[in-house]
């Protein structure tokens, strides 16, 4: 995933990262960043070499989730790792820690994908509806 410039790994498949913050009932919350109605990143090919340009992989290009289109604050957003009603409210407190992780090619060699996923269309996530969030 490509955020404020940075490279992530996301330690969850894009529609499943889920909110950090606690709600009033002190559990984690349990929407997802990527909601309906949220502005959504698009898939697209990169270059697969580190920042500094020095190591070229075999692997050409890869498959990362870009963020770079949408507003400055939504990408603040998943980086902060809130869904769009905690991004809201800033004073809740979170209860677990953002858990992305510095994109390192050659450490995370087995995430790179020289193709886009495939277009398919989650049903789960189409069909999810908004779980209560009481913060
Ligand atoms: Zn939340």
Redesign the pocket.
Known sequence: MQLLYVRYLAARPVDEIQ?V?RTRRRHR?T?TLLSPGALAGVWRLVPATETSGQLALPSAVMAVYDLSSVPYAEQLRWRAQ??L??AAIPTVADLAVADWELFDPLRHREHIHNRLPAPTRRPDLAGRTHQA?RP
Request: net charge positive.
């Open positions: 909110c913050a919350c929407n809130r869904c009603q905690h969030v």
